[in-house]
């Protein structure tokens, strides 16, 4: 499922991926942290916190380095001990380089640990994506009842989406009480219209989060960008609804996990179907081999009643955007580009 990312390059030109990449995505105070952390990369006073950046180990852009650091300075924020951030995050004209040097000499032991992992973006909205590709499917003739398994899964949010409703290009589908309702802006012909059945998600993370507990949701609110206030109003439904019903999420790799549950029996007359958004860059090399040879095995014995499909909403770094993909089996196996996504959900332009 790999196709237009590109992660060269290094710490410098990763922030500046990262500036372009928000600025298309309507983040204009991430792109104000951004800049002001890629502007103190070459100052050799400016703590701890940025010279681990700035000699950064690995590939800068697929370890997500500037959302870790931006992360880290917006869940400090939240925590209430950098007031002085208030006017970045307030959007109000500031010098951005002086107030985020300050903070990252002063916080750097609060800074560091959250350079120690990816960045958790557990977005509902991007469920709209997957729910899009399910209506598709139903259209190639794939049964409309869907059984999701989710790599990547972070909180599991996503792994609730049985209880949500979309409304997408004026084609509407989920339950009728929902916990959370979706209407992104569509550009397009509508998807296909079809009733589809979605059976509770199972999924799996390396290092699950859980959403009924106050740090750890502290920590899923600090990686949400702060202009965007409707996800924080998402966030805390997915919350309320988790304290009533858990998502089903175990800790696991992502091959392994898939690997198992390709394993298991699969009931006729439903649709088996990986999903996972903005985690592939994440996996290392042979992890997504592992997977993709385990889906093609698997497609390969995949009959009309029992078949199995791959959704991927995944980062195009070359368009500065998402692209939302899919294959399915029996049929041609092949990726097939349904549509491009806004990062976060707020708009789909659907292709298929």
């Not at 007031?83 to 903070?103: H, K, N, Q, S, T």
């Not at 209506?135 to 190639?140: G, N, R, S």
């Not at 070359?318 to 692209?323: E, I």
Request: hydrophobic fraction near 45%; include cysteine.
């Amino acid at each position: 499922m790999d196709a237009g990312t590109s992660f060269s390059g290094d710490v410098d030109n990763a922030f500046a991926n990262q500036i372009d990449y928000c600025e298309k995505n309507d983040a204009t105070i991430t792109v104000r942290v951004v800049r002001s952390l890629r502007a103190l990369l070459g100052e050799a006073d400016a703590g701890p916190f940025i010279a681990r950046i700035a000699s950064w180990p690995g590939v800068a852009l697929a370890d997500g380095l500037p959302l870790r650091a931006a992360g880290a300075l917006h869940g400090l924020f939240l925590s209430g001990d950098a007031p002085e951030l208030a006017p970045i995050y307030g959007g109000e004209p500031a010098d951005d380089i002086a107030l985020v040097r300050e903070a990252v000499r002063r916080h750097a032991d609060r800074l560091l640990p959250w350079l120690a992992g990816p960045p958790q973006t557990n977005e509902a909205g991007r469920s709209s994506g997957f729910v899009a590709a399910m209506l598709w499917l139903a259209e190639q003739g794939l049964p409309a009842r869907f059984a999701p398994i989710e790599i990547g899964s972070s909180a599991g949010i996503n792994l609730m989406m049985e209880r949500y409703r979309w409304k997408l290009g004026g084609v509407e589908v989920g339950v009728d009480d929902p916990v959370m309702r979706f209407a992104p802006e569509w550009r397009g012909s509508p998807p296909p219209a079809h009733a589809i059945t979605i059976l509770q998600p199972e999924g799996c993370d390396v290092a699950p989060l859980d959403l009924t507990d106050p740090d750890q949701a502290l920590r899923l609110k600090a990686f949400i960008w702060p202009e965007h206030a409707e996800r924080f109003a998402r966030l805390e439904a997915a919350i309320a609804a988790a304290k009533v019903q858990p998502p089903r999420l175990v800790t696991m790799h992502a091959a392994d996990f898939v690997e198992d549950r390709l394993a298991q029996p699969q009931e006729a007359g439903t649709t088996r179907v990986l999903v996972h958004s903005i985690v592939w860059q994440y996996l290392p090399e042979d992890e997504k081999q592992r997977v993709t040879a385990a889906m093609e095995a698997a497609g390969a014995h995949a009959t009309a009643q029992r078949p199995l499909a791959w959704i991927a909403l995944e980062a195009d770094r070359t368009a500065m955007g998402h692209a939302l993909r899919v294959r399915f089996w029996p049929g041609d196996g092949e990726a097939h580009r349904l549509a491009a996504a806004h990062a976060h959900g707020a708009w789909l332009e659907w292709l298929g």
